[in-house]
């Protein structure tokens, strides 16, 4: 839903024809952006995350579908061969049944064997990531793991060619590994999207099975999820409520183009009267709310270890508020708003 409200709302703007998301994570509205046929910049510091973004927006349809099509059908023929993701994720901790554990291993190292070209090898591991991810025992998560196997992790793990996207018409695409603050400062688009985390969870917690897979460094990992032990060290500021609103300003402050565009929960650090006092400094703005359900663990409830539900979730929506800012002058929030309320409000991401 929010990728199609974007989608509305950037299309309301024609004249912009380059974009830079700033917290790419999953890449979907940098793809999204794509298939627009703007020229996006996706940014992301963790490793997965820029693997994604390599495959969905910068890898050109043209250059690498039947190369990546050749491949993946090799590496689909492999036999497992169990290693570190098995016996990490699949024996110590329960995220994969351990023979899909063991074809990740087996085809995990192939990958690091070829030295391929880093897009070629970003489409493959997202493969590999997206094959893991549907035969995995989560609640989509990876802070933890379903106490009985899931009733898809018994299915075979199996490749696909990932949804390679054709060059986009308004100019190359990019994929960059760089703090979002760094990122303010180095790249610039006429349209800026910003998604920051707003509270305590850590997005590289979050997916940290997936981060070990891209990076296949088989770290030290602690706890019964067998995180990565650099996730007690590598911390955003976004993550902590001392240090949010400072990074946030900083971050504002240094964004590069015309227009800008913030997706910001109501369950964040920072107030609602904090965010836009702040956005106000770079231009006019214009405030858009939606209501959403909460994440997952919300719907699911709070258990004890034994399984049994126990206290109450406090609520089980959010809102999520989309602000546009004018960085260039000539956008006004009158205009702005004329402009989106001139779009066809059914417009979605295609």
Known sequence: ??????LRLVGAFPELRSAADLFSGTSRVAHALKRAGYAVQA??????AHALATCYVQADRERWARPAA?????????????GYFTETFCIRSRFLQPENGARVDAIREAIARKALDPELEAILLVSLMEAADRVDSTCGLQMAYVKRWAPRSYRPLELRLPALLPAAPAGPCRAHQLEANE??????????????????????????VWESLVLWDKPEVYGVACKRIDCKTRKSPYNRRTEH???????VGAV???????????????????????????????????DFKRYVGAQIGIHSPQGKKVG?????R?????YLVGLDPSYTAERIFARIEARPAELSAG
């Open 43 to 48: 940014n992301d510091h963790n490793g997965y």
């Open 70 to 82: 050749l491949l993946i059908a090799e590496l689909n023929r492999l036999p497992g061969e169990a």
């Open 245 to 251: 609103v400072e990074a946030f300003a900083d971050l």
């Open 312 to 316: 109450k979730v406090g609520k089980l």
């Open 318 to 322: 959010n809102k999520e508020r989309i």
């Open 1 to 6: 839903m929010l990728i199609g409200e974007l």
């Open 256 to 290: 590069q183009g015309k227009l800008l565009i913030v997706s910001f929960s109501d369950e964040g650090y920072q107030s609602r009267e904090q965010l836009e006092a702040i956005l106000r400094g770079r231009g006019e703005v214009h405030v858009i709310e939606h």
């Open 183 to 208: 990122a303010a400062r180095q790249l610039e688009a006429d349209l800026v999207y910003l998604d920051p985390p707003y509270n305590q969870h850590s997005y590289l917690s979050n997916y940290h």
